[in-house]
């Protein structure tokens, strides 16, 4: 006996008003069918292996440059990364928002009006506009509050380096969203922190074997006797200090820096003689504590440079301002070199 197909019975794949069923993939893909998330995270990621890749190139360079020491605490370290990599996902994201997304909209639109299949040259010309923009307004924020202008080539650096930089996050996301709209997987974000984790990988790697097999040395202080810090300093404009063998110091010109009450240093001239001792630490010479009595100068300075180039500094205006007074020896040679 044959059962009879009831006449309202429902087909599988069809609602009640005869509609195809949409499977909730289907949905998913329909509410991003702009590719617009997938873009926005292909960027983000590009961006921040961008900034791992030159973060470790820069230290990497700097390891061998003059700088005032590494931090010697283990967990600061991996705070200052932790910290690091968090404002460098939060940039991304924000660059994202505010530049690499604009451009894309820009280029599809630039493409639609004239016409022509939106490709990666729209893109390049819509990033360099909008990094025009870009340095146009926060040029003009910091001409405002400085109430200067910049040189026109500074301008001009600051537009190219932000072009480089938004360039490569701009073209994968374009990627991206193309491959959403395709109806294809977009796993392009996933690819790009996976071949930047890689391409990180053999620059640390790089880097650790230059600075292993002693090819790139790590910057140090040069190691200074008393002998060697006695002589006559220069600051290069006309500021000297003498400081003899046996502990005098004689200032003619030095600047004397003096906290004036309104949040600077003013610079005034010391003339006159004094003492100065060296400071050690462990045994190791650091630097040297000099006094001027009759202009009341008492500063203590560190050593820097090299030992065929010493300098002698010491910090100017607030902790950790970055601003320096350096002073250099100088160099007496004999009449028969040339």
Excluded at 49 to 61: D, F
Excluded at 284 to 299: D, H, K, N
Excluded at 314 to 336: A, C, M, Q, T
Aim: neutral net charge; proline residues 4%; contains cysteine.
């Amino acid at each position: 006996m044959t059962q009879q197909a009831e006449p309202d019975a429902i087909s599988d794949g069809t609602t009640a008003d005869g509609a195809p069923e949409e499977s909730p993939g289907a949905s998913r893909q329909a509410a991003h069918e702009d590719g617009f998330g997938a873009a926005f995270c292909a960027s983000m990621a590009t961006l921040c292996v961008e900034a791992a890749l030159a973060g470790t190139i820069a230290v990497l360079t700097l390891l061998s440059r003059e700088h005032d020491g590494l931090p010697g605490n283990t967990l600061v370290i991996v705070a200052a990364v932790l910290v690091a990599a968090l404002l460098t996902v939060l940039i991304s994201g924000f660059v994202t928002a505010a530049a690499v997304m604009p451009a894309l909209a820009l280029a599809r639109r630039a493409a639609r009006r004239a016409g022509r299949p939106e490709g990666p040259l729209w893109v390049l010309g819509a990033v360099t506009a909008v990094s025009a923009v870009v340095v146009a307004v926060f040029g003009g924020v910091v001409a405002l509050g400085s109430l200067s202008l910049a040189p026109l080539l500074t301008y001009l650096l600051w537009w190219a380096a932000l072009t480089v930089g938004l360039l490569p996050g701009a073209l994968i996301a374009r990627v991206a969203a193309r491959r959403v709209r395709g109806g294809s997987s977009a796993r392009t974000a996933r690819r790009v922190a996976r071949d930047g984790g890689l391409a990180w990988l053999v620059v640390a790697a790089l880097g650790a074997g230059a600075y292993g097999t002693g090819l790139v040395s790590v910057y140090e202080p040069p190691r200074l006797e008393k002998s060697d810090l006695a002589g006559m300093w220069s600051d290069g404009r006309g500021g000297k200090v003498e400081l003899a063998p046996g502990g005098v110091a004689t200032a003619h010109g030095l600047d004397n820096f003096v906290w004036d009450g309104m949040g600077k240093d003013r610079a005034t001239d010391c003339d006159g003689s004094g003492t100065w001792t060296v400071v050690k630490d462990g045994g190791t010479v650091q630097g040297i504590s000099l006094r001027i009595a009759p202009c009341e100068l008492s500063r203590d300075w560190s050593v820097s440079g090299t030992e065929k180039e010493p300098r002698i500094f010491h910090e100017i205006g607030k902790p950790g301002s970055g601003k320096r007074y350096v002073l250099r020896k100088v160099v007496k040679h004999d009449k028969g070199e040339k």
